[in-house]
T-cell receptor, first 111, second 115 residues
Framework: TQLLEQSPQFLSIQEGENLTVYCNSS?????LQWYRQEPGEGPVLLVT?????EVKKLKRLTFQFGDARKDSSLHITAAQPGDTGLYLC???????????FGTGTRLQVTL | GAVVSQHPSWVICKSGTSVKIECRSL??????MFWYRQFPKQSLMLMATSNEGSKATYEQGVEKDKFLINHASLTLSTLTVTSAHPEDSSFYICSAPGPSTDTQYFGPGTRLTVL
């Protein structure tokens, strides 16, 4: 069974602070995706990383895929209250488009 | 972009009854759809892969006789929770691979509460 461990599980910070969320696995994935989920809604895709060592930026969010394609990180600069939510990484095995979701990181950004 | 809908968005039922949840791809066809379950404050757990025109593939530990999946058309998959019990109360989410990329499109989820 492929497992994706995220850390930290919960993070409460003030507006303007920076943070990094980690997603680690012992398995290799063909691609890794990051999602944000609001309460009572489905997850929304933020980014997909495919190549080992790849870095993608989405405004204040920076995503990195590990060289060995087993781990990833999400860095948020100058967090805002609108960034509050559950952040999920998900690895795709490449054979059947199946996603294995990480354990999740709940982020709360306060004023 | 591609849109996936779910119906109902929430449902409350009595213990022992069956509940059907629909997942539709609104503007694209999906030969495969995925069903997930999410308990409060937890991540999404894949339950099964729904295959159009053939039997669903269930993940280990998921009872196929309890969670009936029917993928009768290229735009519709249904999940029926049979003889529901309070421990089946959860947030059920479906997804489908998009038409042109490896992107998965998720439905808005269905919250099931079994009394």
């Amino acid at each position: 069974t492929q497992l994706l461990e995220q850390s930290p599980q919960f993070l409460s910070i003030q507006e303007g602070e920076n943070l990094t969320v980690y997603c680690n696995s012992s398995s290799v994935f063909s691609s890794l995706q990051w999602y944000r989920q609001e309460p009572g809604e489905g997850p929304v895709l933020l980014v997909t990383v495919v190549t080992g060592g790849e870095v993608k930026k989405l405004k204040r969010l920076t995503f990195q895929f590990g060289d060995a394609r087993k781990d990833s990180s999400l860095h948020i600069t100058a967090a805002q209250p609108g960034d509050t939510g559950l952040y999920l990484c998900a690895g795709e095995d490449g054979t059947a488009s199946k996603l294995t979701f990480g354990t999740g990181t709940r982020l709360q950004v306060t004023l | 972009g591609a849109v996936v809908s779910q119906h109902p968005s929430w449902v409350i039922c009595k213990s022992g009854t069956s509940v059907k949840i629909e997942c539709r791809s609104l503007d694209f066809q999906a030969t495969t759809m995925f069903w997930y379950r999410q308990f409060p404050k937890q991540s999404l757990m894949l339950m099964a892969t729904s295959n159009e025109g053939s039997k669903a593939t269930y993940e280990q530990g998921v009872e196929k006789d309890k969670f009936l999946i029917n993928h009768a058309s290229l735009t519709l998959s249904t999940l029926t929770v049979t003889s529901a019990h309070p421990e089946d109360s959860s947030f059920y989410i479906c997804s489908a691979p998009g038409p042109s990329t490896d992107t998965q499109y998720f439905g808005p989820g269905t919250r099931l509460t079994v009394l």
